[in-house]
């Protein structure tokens, strides 16, 4: 089946388009009553997930709510732990949690990597198929993980953090078995993304959430090498996007991974970005999540306003997931406004 909207591929490749593509990381899930009516029907988040039936449904829902560019794979980024060994449940208003943690080297060597683990995914697989399927060339498909960082913060302390202090003094504290961990991380995400593009995902997604939780030293050393074995396995047979939320100071070496599109949080401007990437790579941002709650016609200007600022080679996104309380009518004027929008 042809494509019959390829914004989102053409600008990842380099091509030249007439407007920007438009979609928002966490679209599928947080924000519609549709969603909200799925998960009731599943009982829980983890039941969704796993069912591919209804994760292709809750992948389709924002391309026909709300007419974005892209689809993105419902599922979660803490699938890759449980499937090496540490299963997670999902505590309703809290988040994630993790009965088992990575403590010493025996738990490190105790987990299942690579296509032993990947193989133990095939739900994910079988919603990619279904959702590729039902999509039938309206959109592309993504997919995704999460960077190597950032699985291993989650592995390390076991639920979500302020500041990740465990998982950044395991680094400092216990470098050997950081580096042995992120490594069998990375072995697993490459495999499970191969896997993904092999299903149906036409472009995948390293999400790395809590880069910013690191200096520039530390992410040199523990983040950017396994994103960068990453991009390089994948970008032969996808384009990549890396997004490192907060990792402003790695701009220059994310864009000399080969990774075709780099993500933008909102505290970096477009002329900064562009500065430090040069001009072949295309640029996904970085609108601030929040601006969302303005009046609509506010949303508009706003929107204008980053587009003006990125220019061409620009995939119109926020700078993080939609929150959940998001006005859709703010979601909706976004999402219009890129869409009108046209390059000299
Ligand atoms: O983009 C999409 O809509 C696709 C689906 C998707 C989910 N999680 C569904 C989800 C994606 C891409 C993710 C990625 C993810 N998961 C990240 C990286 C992106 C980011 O936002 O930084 C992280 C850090 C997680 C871990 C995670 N999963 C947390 C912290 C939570 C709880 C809080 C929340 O709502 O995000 C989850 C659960 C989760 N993952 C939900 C959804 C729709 C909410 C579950 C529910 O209550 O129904």
Request: contains cysteine; charged residues 20%; hydrophobic residues 45%.
């Amino acid at each position: 089946m042809e494509l019959q909207n390829d914004l989102l591929l053409r600008v990842a490749r380099g091509a030249s388009v007439p407007r920007p593509p438009v979609w928002m990381m966490r679209q599928a899930g947080r924000i519609l009553p549709e969603y909200r009516a799925l998960r009731a029907e599943a009982g829980s988040f983890v039941n969704l997930v796993r069912s591919p039936e209804m994760a292709a449904e809750a992948t389709l829902q924002p391309v026909a709510a709300l007419g974005v560019d892209a689809a993105i794979i419902f599922s979660d980024i803490l699938v890759i732990p449980e499937a090496m060994g540490l299963p997670y449940e999902l505590i309703e208003k809290q988040g994630p949690r993790f009965p088992k943690t990575i403590e010493r080297s025996k738990d490190v060597e105790a987990l299942l990597s690579g296509d032993a683990a990947a193989e133990r995914l095939e739900y994910v697989y079988e919603a990619l198929r279904l959702a590729r399927r039902r999509l039938n060339g309206r959109v592309p498909l993504i997919g995704f993980c999460g960077a190597p960082w950032t699985i291993f913060c989650y592995m390390i302390e076991g639920q979500g953090s302020k500041t990740f202090s465990k998982a950044r003094a395991a680094l400092y504290r216990a470098p050997a078995l950081a580096h042995r961990l992120l490594d069998r991380i990375t072995e697993t995400s490459i495999a499970y993304l191969e896997r993904q593009v092999e299903a149906g995902a036409q472009i995948v997604q390293i999400f790395d959430s809590w880069a910013g939780a690191l200096g520039p030293e530390q992410y040199r050393a523990f983040a950017l090498p396994y994103i960068e074995r990453i991009v390089q396995a994948l970008d032969p047979l996808v384009p990549v996007i890396a997004f490192s939320k907060g990792a402003w100071f790695a701009l220059s070496e994310l864009a000399k991974t080969g990774a075709g599109v780099l993500g933008l949080d909102w505290t970096i401007t477009p002329a900064f970005a562009r500065a430090q990437v040069g001009d072949r790579i295309a640029l996904q941002g970085n609108l601030d999540p929040c601006a969302l709650y303005a009046p609509p016609e506010q949303v508009v200007r706003a929107t204008e306003s980053m587009l003006r600022a990125f220019g061409p080679r620009h995939i119109a996104n926020l700078g993080h997931g939609v929150y959940p309380d998001t006005p859709l009518d703010g979601v909706r004027a976004f999402i219009q406004t890129v869409k009108g929008w046209r390059y000299q």
